[in-house]
């Protein structure tokens, strides 16, 4: 974290939807900075542009205003190798095994397949799916079908992953467990996350830094910066600075 | 196991009520021919293999035209929405008209025989195929498609591994709704207007009464369609992941 320049730098991003009779401003003002390696949440009730701005962010749509910087000068970031992506859905492809799913990434980049296969079980383990490499996606549970996303969202090494709500469709044990799951992953993969969520306590709990969106019009309301050690653990919830967090947040939304 | 003893009865059975009400109900020979009778037809001198491939060459081949024009249309509109928004409606209006009837015009447009046969098949099957694959195409998840996109994926890679691994199980639906079709297209064009096939051969030995052989014609002609439905549930079964097979008939 030696680098002055931050890894994504967003400054007064602003997109508009433009149907035949209406304009749509979804999102407004987007001004934020992501350093490498941080763990971001970018909270906000549904309908806020959450998406839009990770898509934007993703190459996936174009902006109208501002500007989005990736990677910086010279920091050699492909947007086609460096970016990774996971959203609410699995999206596993249900026609392929577990190994083939996460291995996508890297048959449509073109990279060497024996090296991406090591590199797959190696991430399968890590997200605790050894031995489950050769089941279809149907034999999985929900849980263990978003740790094959994740795990296919870093199998051709991203520098950037972008999480949409990936853990939103789970129930509320399995979505603690992943939490935790994730947490780990980060710390052993280093990767700078960017992660859109609409709980807030898995914003404050996951991020070094929160990035608060309100609502109708879309705009960005505060980043607050996270001030909680690290490795997190669930006792941390009931830390009074982590209620101060919270507190601070439900106010930014006009929930109290 | 079980199923497939259950099928072979099942049509054994029909079989053996077909012998008992031709026996039992005393009916004449040329109204039903018995289950011996129609097979012992095929010892007559009647072209049997001949026009069984003809009749074949048609079903199959106007089926697979049907195949590659149905899927390559759909994958079209897939690329282009507005050519889909354009033409779609008039896929259905297309749809409406009744296939059959267009038979005559074929065979004035392209003279008669087993290719304008084939192409009476194809048009009357290729129009399901059309519309389920086109479904199937629209229902991947758009998030999948931007997933790749973030990957940069090309065009082609885009269709080999999401749109046509993930419309199989639409496309297979439409092919076996396609296979009925495409056997009644091409009985359609021999009935109209033709001198080889199975459909021929019903016309011809109609004019005798002998009723056995057209029995045996009929069920040449299914056998023909049982046949390649059969090679459509076998490609089936060997392509698409039984939790994404969509069940029709």
């Known amino acids: 974290m030696t ?19 209406q304009e ?27 998406t839009t701005l990770l898509k934007i962010i993703a190459g996936l749509f174009d902006h109208d205003g501002g500007s989005v ?31 083939e799913n996460v291995m996508l990434p890297a048959e449509i980049l073109g990279l060497p397949m024996k090296e991406a296969k090591d590199r797959a079980g190696d991430l399968l383990n890590m997200v605790g799916l050894a031995g489950h490499e050769q089941k279809y996606p149907y034999e999985l549970s929900g849980g263990m079908q978003q740790r094959a996303a994740i795990a296919r969202s870093l199998v051709h090494d991203p520098k950037l992953i972008l999480m949409d709500e990936p853990f939103g469709a789970l129930d509320a044990l399995t979505r603690e467990k992943m939490n935790l799951e994730l947490l780990r992953i980060w710390e052993q993969s280093r990767k700078t996350i960017l992660f859109v969520t609409h709980g807030i306590t898995e914003a404050v709990f996951l991020g070094t830094k929160v990035v608060v969106l309100t609502a109708g019009p879309a705009r960005m309301a505060d980043r607050i910066e996270i001030d909680l050690p690290q490795p997190r653990t669930l006792d941390m919830k009931t830390h009074e600075r982590f209620g101060t967090y919270t507190r601070r947040i439900y106010a930014l939304l006009g929930m109290e | 196991m079980w199923r497939w003893s259950a099928i072979v009865g099942v ?39 001949d026009n069984t491939v003809v009749t074949t060459i048609e079903i199959f081949g106007g089926y697979f035209l049907a195949v590659v024009v149905g899927v390559g249309l759909a994958l079209v509109f897939s690329w282009f929405r507005t050519v889909e928004n354009l033409l779609m409606p008039l896929v259905v209006s297309l749809n409406m008209i009744p296939k059959v009837a267009l038979g005559p015009l074929i065979i004035v447009w392209f003279d008669y025989g087993p290719m304008t046969n084939a192409i009476i098949a194809f048009s009357i099957s290729f129009l399901p195929i059309l519309i389920t694959t086109a479904r199937g195409l629209r ?14 994926a090309t065009r082609w890679q885009v269709f080999v591994k999401i749109q046509l691994p993930g419309s199989l199980p639409y496309i297979f639906s439409g092919m076996k709704v396609a296979v009925v079709l495409a056997v009644a297209g091409a009985v359609v064009g021999e009935f109209i207007a033709s001198d080889a096939g199975l459909a021929y051969l019903i016309g011809q030995v109609q004019v005798t009464l002998d009723t056995a052989a057209m029995m045996m014609a009929v069920l040449l002609i299914t056998l023909v369609g049982v046949a390649l439905y059969l090679i459509v549930l076998i490609m089936e079964r060997i392509l698409v992941v039984r939790d994404a097979r969509v069940e029709t008939v």
């Open chain 2, 139 to 152: 229902e991947i998840e758009p998030d999948l498609i931007d997933l790749v996109k973030t990957l940069r």
């Open chain 1, 69 to 99: 910087t990736i990677g910086g000068a010279g920091s050699g970031f492909d947007p086609a190798r460096d970016v990774g992506m996971v959203f609410q859905a699995p999206l596993l492809l249900k026609w392929r095994r577990v190994m």
């Open chain 1, 24 to 50: 749509f401003l979804a999102v407004s003002d987007a001004t934020f900075d992501v350093n490498e390696g941080e763990l971001v949440s970018l909270v906000g009730p549904s309908g806020c542009g959450k």
């Open chain 2, 11 to 49: 049509h054994l059975a029909v079989v053996v009520i077909w012998y008992l009400v031709v026996k039992l109900g005393n009916i004449p020979k040329f109204v039903i021919a018995s289950p011996h009778a129609t097979l012992m037809s095929l010892f007559d001198t009647y072209p049997w293999f």
């Open chain 1, 3 to 21: 680098n002055a320049e931050p890894f994504i730098r967003l400054d007064g991003v602003s997109k508009v939807f433009r149907s035949r009779k």
